[in-house]
């Protein structure tokens, strides 16, 4: 009797569609409330997933999903600066 290992399933703020852990990007809320994106998934803080595609990062800012998973109140410089992140890892 084997056993599978099970695969942590996430929500993305943007676009709602369940995917798993690794196929996410995790935003994260630090202690100083900071918002910056987490790569390795492992940092402490409050944490929100989007899918990697910007469009999802826009719905994201539009239907406020970010500020509620976070709990706080999110600027426009920190959409932005999230999205020029996006990109440097689009490119890559």
Do not use: H, W
């Not at 935003?27 to 989007?50: F, H, M, P, S, W």
């Not at 719905?59 to 976070?70: D, Q, V, Y």
């Amino acid at each position: 009797m084997s056993t599978e290992k099970k695969v942590p399933m996430r929500k993305c703020v943007g676009c709602g569609e369940m995917k798993s852990k690794k196929e996410m990007m995790r935003v994260l809320k630090t202690a100083e409330n900071e918002i910056v994106l987490d790569t390795t998934g492992r940092k402490n803080g409050r944490g929100a997933y989007l899918c990697f595609c910007k469009e999802c990062l826009q719905n994201a800012a539009k239907n406020r999903g970010l500020e509620r998973s976070l709990k706080m109140a999110i600027p426009k410089e920190v959409y932005e600066s999230l999205e020029r992140e996006f990109e440097n890892i689009e490119q890559k």
